[in-house]
């Protein structure tokens, strides 16, 4: 491990991770195409994982055993080792996840790519019991899809939570639209739990016209609204689609009305107590396991 001590705030080997609380700056550190940060040992893990590859890390000396362990015969990477004041002078924060890496972003795969992987296909041959007896039935095989499009989420704690549901109720891929907050962001990694590694995703690089690319791979698009005409999801969910797109909104406004005019489903949760509506993040939960 390439562990590098350093007691100075001001150096600026530690400019990765400077003022992260600042929104500015962290726009400046995370460009598109540059760099993310990952917060935690369980999500620089997830993230390395998945191919990503760290720039350098930031820790404290209770941590490192993790560190050394997650990184293995990388002698690549820089491991700055800092004591508590260093780490919250840089941050601006007292870090106690662990570390914060500096990840080099990966290449967005296209919108073909990510419709291409999102498949779950169900086969069951010769099932057997602990018994041995065969089952006299054996189901055929389904090529099934659930993908979560985002349109205009701007939160990025609701952008987190929502890819965490995905990976949690098994959605296959999610499309985040060109005006949706970035799921590479520091505070999306960290409520995601490193999940945003795990579920594929892109942006769509036109939309709502590329709706049309979705419905020409055989995907019924479902917008979860309140307007009129709107089925529920229990009715949805009886309708029984083999590759099923969810469209959500942002949190003031809903889905587009330029969406909404080409979605071939409009869908209701069914609310009692007054409520008529329900946060981005707990609405996709709930359709997520419902639809699973």
Known sequence: MNL???????????????????????????????????ESEKVIARAIGAGHRPRAILTQRRWLPGIEALLGADGRTPVYLVPDEVAEGVTGYAVHRGALASMHRPALPSLDAVLATARTVLVLEDVRD??????????????????????????HTNVGALFRSAAALGVDAVLVTPDCADPLYRRS???????????????????PAGMDVLKDAGYVVAGMTLGEGAITLDELVAEDHE??????????????????ALLD??????????????NVAAASAVTFYATR
């Open 130 to 155: 602990h018994t041995n007896v065969r089952c006299p039935k054996t189901p055929k095989a389904k090529n099934r899809s659930r993908i979560a499009i985002l349109e205009g989420v701007t939160d």
């Open 4 to 38: 590098v001590p350093v007691d100075d705030p001001a150096d600026p080997r530690l400019d990765d991770f400077r003022g992260l609380t600042d929104v500015a700056l962290r726009q400046r550190s995370e460009p598109e195409g540059g760099l993310y940060i990952a």
């Open 189 to 207: 990694v960290r409520v995601s739990m490193g999940t945003v590694f795990q579920v594929p995703w892109t942006r769509i690089p036109e939309w």
């Open 243 to 260: 590759r099923l797109a969810l469209v959500f909104g942002s949190e003031g406004f809903g889905i587009t009305a330029r969406t909404d």
């Open 265 to 278: 489903r409009r869908v209701t949760i069914p609310m009692m107590g007054g409520v008529d509506s329900l």
